[in-house]
């Protein structure tokens, strides 16, 4: 039995057994864990990833969760946890390293103290950098492709580092998805600039959200992609779904490209949403809406 095993393997990891998902995603819904592991070094999460391999156990990584909704019945198999432990950020001649488990807004602000210009985009979002590579991850004109100068990666055949012409990046897309790869740490390349001016634009650009984002309730960001041509969340005010709501998830008021868990939603609420806006959407105006958000795990 791969648990067992697990218990016996793992070095330098924590484990938890049912650890419930909703502690760990943005939306704060779904289903627990088999087995949560929290490696608490990159050797550790490279020996992890390799034993995974070798014994096919099933798997699913975690950054900051913040988007993912795990539904109901939670993740039958492994939950590798990359978290705080190994959310190192450093500078290395003029390059900027971050591991993976780093938050976004932690690397910003070590760039801008190191007075490098390029990431502000970034620091309001709030996943890991293993995340926001996977994902391509943008806001405000920038996107996690113009500021990657390569990548140190996990793959079966061993530890790699991929450049950022081999990353396979296209809006909200990276090899990554296509690949059983993991992120290990990135290097990032900024330009100098002055101090002041990053740190002032990093404030604008989170004032900005905090007036047209419903930050105060629990989601994973824009729940669908930017439909070609269109804005998702003009489409579904369009639509009349602002304030759509099933059981405890709703369409937000404030900005309806976002769904939020307005009041002890489920995971099943949420897709309920989901799938109602998508109907309502295409019926009205023929665009075929698709999720940013990732959906794992099985039902109740
Ligand atoms: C309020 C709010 C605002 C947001 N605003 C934005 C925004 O402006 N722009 C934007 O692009 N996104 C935004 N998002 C979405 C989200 O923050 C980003 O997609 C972020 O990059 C996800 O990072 P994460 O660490 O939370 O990833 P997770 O949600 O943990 O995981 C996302 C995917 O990445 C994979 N993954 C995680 N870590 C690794 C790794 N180390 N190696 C390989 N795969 C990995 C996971 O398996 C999963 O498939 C927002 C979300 C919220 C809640």
């Given amino acids: 039995m791969w648990k067992n095993k697990l218990f016996e393997t793992a070095k330098d990891c924590v484990l938890i057994e049912k650890a419930p998902l909703s502690d760990y995603t943005t939306f704060r819904v779904g289903g627990p864990a088999e087995i949560l592991a929290k490696p608490q070094t990159e050797e550790a999460l490279c020996s992890l990833l390799d034993w995974v391999k070798s014994e096919a156990v099933p798997f699913l990584l975690i950054g900051n969760g913040s988007n993912l909704l795990v539904r109901d019945g939670g993740f039958d198999g492994l939950v590798i946890h990359i978290g705080n432990a190994l959310g190192d950020v450093r500078m290395e001649g003029n390059c900027l390293i971050a591991q993976a488990g780093a938050l976004l807004s932690k690397?910003?602000?070590?760039?801008?103290?190191?007075s490098l210009a390029g990431m502000a985009f970034a620091h309001g979002?709030?996943?890991?950098l293993g995340g926001a590579v996977y994902m391509n991850a943008g806001a405000y004109g920038g996107e996690m492709s113009q500021i990657i100068e390569w990548v140190r990666v996990w793959t079966p055949d061993g530890v790699k580092k991929w450049n950022v012409?081999?990353?396979?990046?296209?809006?909200?897309?990276?090899?990554?998805?296509?690949?059983?790869?993991?992120?290990?740490?990135?290097?990032l390349k900024l330009?100098?600039?002055?101090?002041e001016a990053i740190r002032s634009q990093m404030k604008e650009l989170m004032q900005q959200r905090k007036?047209?984002?419903?930050?105060?309730?629990p989601s994973a960001g824009s729940f669908f992609k930017r439909p070609q041509g269109h804005f998702a969340g003009a489409l579904i005010e369009n639509a009349g779904l602002k304030g759509f709501t099933i059981g405890g998830a709703q369409i937000s008021e404030k900005h309806a490209g976002f769904l939020i868990n307005h009041n002890h939603a489920t995971a099943a609420d949420v897709l309920n949403v989901m799938r109602a806006v998508q109907e309502k959407v295409f019926e009205e105006t023929g665009v075929q809406m698709e999720n940013e958000v990732r959906i794992v795990g099985k039902d109740q």
């Fill in 125 to 128: 979002i709030p996943g890991s």
């Fill in 107 to 114: 690397v910003a602000t070590v760039a801008a103290d190191n």
């Fill in 165 to 187: 012409d081999e990353m396979g990046f296209g809006y909200r897309h990276s090899r990554l998805m296509e690949e059983n790869a993991v992120v290990l740490a990135a290097c």
């Fill in 211 to 217: 007036s047209k984002q419903p930050l105060e309730y």
């Fill in 191 to 195: 330009q100098v600039g002055e101090r």
